[in-house]
């Protein structure tokens, strides 16, 4: 579904609280008996469905199951911190079979409703806090394909100079930091260089952040100062706010700057509405797939709360394609990503971060 899609569904989406929407799973075939009587739900974070990142991936796949199993789905977008129990309240009032919440922040409000609801399944995007026989964590090792992202902008910086912030100081966005720290770090001992990296000092897990993930006019000007202070590669990790960064950089660039972006959750080449002539890559996590997998296991009968956990090796992060980027990424630099993804894949690189799942 495109960004404008997804907008518009999101227009017509219920308030705090108030019922959610539902689709007839018309569209889609029935290959799984049963299928035509399960209604999969979403409640989205803050960030709302149309945020070209975790959220709208998260939600593509709950689009993506009612496609192939011809089941019911409902959502409920949340504005707010606020709306998060009464939205998934709505959800478990309203019958659905599995209920995915997006984002580490929706944890207790999850744990709550799973527990005083055990005959209704539950999967959590980014947390693995609960331990509920009725809650699938849906989580991913970030850390790897940042560290691929970190030596890339370390390998093609014109300034020597990186940069990175979040939006809220959470371990599914310093995960995201700390593997591009490391993959910076990597990219100096390899190559006896001393790119340095702002916004993030994983020793000391201290650094930049916005506070939320709303607020795209403190992106825009927490990356006018990165780049004041020379770094010309940004990593924003804060949903919408990164969409700041990108109109920071699409305004330097016009006098002639080559500053770039690493867009991440999603693809940002193909999810940003402008401005993506400037994203180098995406650090991804392919929430979409792993959420379409997890409400067929339910439909089919075999949900388990074992985690689901996106690495390299099993395809639930990668590094997107460079697209408009691909001549500033030499033959080199290329070969050499392919050859630290085999190595992580391997264990011969240990990519580590507090956050990574055990």
């Known amino acids: 579904m495109s960004v404008a899609a997804l907008g518009a569904a999101a227009l017509l989406l219920a308030g705090c609280g108030a019922p959610p929407a539902e689709t007839d799973g018309g569209g889609g075939s029935d290959p799984v008996a049963g299928a035509s009587d399960y209604t999969g739900c979403i409640v989205s974070d803050s960030g709302g469905f149309d945020d070209q990142s975790f959220n709208q991936s998260a939600y593509e796949g709950l689009l993506a199951a009612e496609e192939a199993l011809g089941i019911d789905t409902q959502e409920a977008e949340s504005q707010a911190e606020t709306d998060f129990t009464p939205n998934v309240n709505s959800m478990v009032t309203s019958g659905c079979d599995l209920i995915v919440t997006v984002g580490f922040l929706l944890s207790a409000t999850t744990a709550e409703a799973a527990e005083a609801n055990p005959d209704t399944n539950f999967a959590i995007v980014d947390d693995a806090q609960i331990d509920l026989p009725n809650v699938k964590p849906i989580i991913y090792d970030t850390a790897q394909a940042a560290f691929m992202a970190g030596y890339l902008a370390a390998g093609t910086s014109e300034t020597g100079r990186v940069a990175t912030y979040g939006g809220i100081q959470i371990p599914t966005v310093t995960i995201f930091m700390d593997g591009f ?3 910076v770090a990597y990219y100096n001992e390899q190559k006896d260089a001393d790119v340095q990296l702002l916004g993030w000092d994983k ?12 607020n ?3 992106g825009k000007t927490n990356t006018q100062n990165f780049i004041n202070e020379g770094a010309d590669i940004i990593m924003p990790v804060a949903g919408p706010v990164g969409l700041g960064t990108i109109e920071a950089v699409e305004e330097a660039n016009t006098d002639g700057g080559t500053n770039k972006v690493i867009w991440v959750d999603s693809d940002g080449f193909l999810t940003v509405e402008s401005g993506t002539e400037y994203i180098l890559t995406s650090v991804m996590k392919l929430m979409g797939e792993a ?9 089919e009968g075999n949900f388990s709360p074992e985690p689901y956990v996106g690495t390299l090796e099993n395809g639930g992060v990668a590094l997107a394609p460079f697209h408009d980027q691909e001549e500033a990424v030499s033959d080199e630099m290329a070969a050499e990503l392919e050859e630290i993804k085999a190595s992580i894949i391997s ?3 240990t990519v580590e971060s507090e956050a990574s799942p055990q």
């Open 181 to 183: 720290a490391d993959g």
């Open 203 to 214: 020793e000391a897990q201290t650094g930049t952040f916005i506070g939320d993930f709303e």
């Open 216 to 218: 795209q006019a403190a």
């Open 291 to 299: 959420v379409e997998q997890v409400i067929t296991e339910d439909v």
């Open 347 to 349: 264990g011969d690189i």
